[in-house]
């Protein structure tokens, strides 16, 4: 059931997710394109979520470099979340952040304005400032971390990986020793879920790009803009990836495919932190709904850390009794399917 429709303001909007924006030329939502998006999430009662580029926000530029008043009045005509380069909070009129806003960032920063905060990095630069990351935990700010080669991790790394967050689950043990409560994703949320927490784009989410069509997320909506015809990057006019306009709504070929009960690898998995990428999904294993070796790695790397803190925690008092985390002895359940 859709619940969130993503509005992206224009061609160059932040990314904020595994896949970077290639786009490089501004191209603003028409107007009557924005009104009408909204009129259409207050009609399936979804909340709304503004993605912004660089020069609609303030501090990243002249003047010139502002959204236009009317898109301003337009945008605060209705409750939403906004999503936005970090040190660039939105001009709208309204100063006060929201609690649910998002500030995405490209590299480590002391400085961070909203309550939530996408840290966007490459593995090995995770690595490097693996430091300066730690020192994050203790802000009060939701960490989101987002790795964004993902489809270039290979075996060789994960000891690096179990190794980092060993390393990242004792410092947030020392926090939660002082009576605070940190949250990051990798380590933190898989602690508090009863179940599967992943992305669900075209399922709980779609998008909603300057040309007035509906993608399942922001990243299919740049591949048909530079042309990427297929998972093997492919090049070639026919690239259509969208699934519904504002004119005729949403048409999803096989929706049902999308869904986790569909997903014969995924609907048993704990890993219920793991985001589960569709994008990344295809590009790497060419089924939608079925995520590559690389994601699912990770994933269990993260929930078996997220079990090994839940443990610490516990040994120090009584914490989320009635969450219960397996030992497992694999980390790709696709090389123990028949037990699924």
Not at 148 to 172: C, R
Not at 247 to 256: F, H, S, T
Request: with cysteine; charged share 25%; glycine share 6%.
């Amino acid at each position: 059931m859709l619940q969130y429709l993503v509005i992206l303001l224009d061609d160059t909007n932040v990314a904020y997710c595994h896949a970077d924006n290639p786009l490089k030329e501004r191209n603003l939502i028409p107007l009557e394109t924005l009104k009408k998006g909204i009129l259409f999430g207050m009609k399936q009662n979804l909340m709304i979520q503004y993605v912004f580029p660089d020069y609609g926000t303030r501090d990243c530029g002249t003047r010139d470099h502002k959204l236009p008043k009317e898109y301003a009045e337009v945008i605060e005509s209705i409750d939403n979340v906004k999503i936005y380069p970090t040190g660039c909070k939105p001009v709208t009129g309204i100063e006060d952040g929201n609690e649910t806003d998002v500030e995405v960032a490209n590299e480590v920063s002391e400085k961070v304005e909203a309550k939530n905060l996408v840290l966007r990095l490459p593995f090995g630069e995770m690595l490097k400032q693996k430091d300066e990351i730690a020192k994050l935990f203790a802000s009060g700010v939701r960490i989101n971390l987002c790795i964004t080669d993902v489809e270039q991790f290979t075996d060789g790394q994960i000891e690096a990986y179990k190794q980092l967050l060993e390393d990242w689950n004792g410092v947030l043990l020392g926090l939660y020793k002082q009576g605070l409560s940190p949250q990051f994703n990798l380590l933190t949320d898989r602690m508090m879920l009863k179940e599967m927490h992943n992305c669900e784009a075209g399922v709980s989410n779609i998008t909603l790009a300057p040309n007035g069509k509906f993608y399942l997320c922001p990243a299919f909506y740049y591949d048909e803009r530079m042309q990427v015809f297929n998972q093997l990057n492919h090049h070639q006019p026919s690239s259509d990836r969208s699934v519904g306009d504002l004119e005729k709504g949403l048409d999803i070929p096989n929706p049902q495919l999308l869904r986790l009960d569909h997903a014969p690898l995924c609907r048993n998995c704990d890993a219920y932190q793991c985001r589960r990428c569709l994008w990344l999904n295809r590009k790497l294993t060419w089924d939608i709904n079925t995520p590559s070796h690389q994601q699912c790695v990770m994933a269990h790397i993260e929930r078996n850390a997220s079990r090994a803190l839940l443990n610490d925690i516990r040994k120090v008092g009584e914490f989320m009794p009635e969450i219960d985390i397996k030992e497992i002895n694999y980390l790709d359940p696709f090389e123990v399917r028949k037990e699924f």
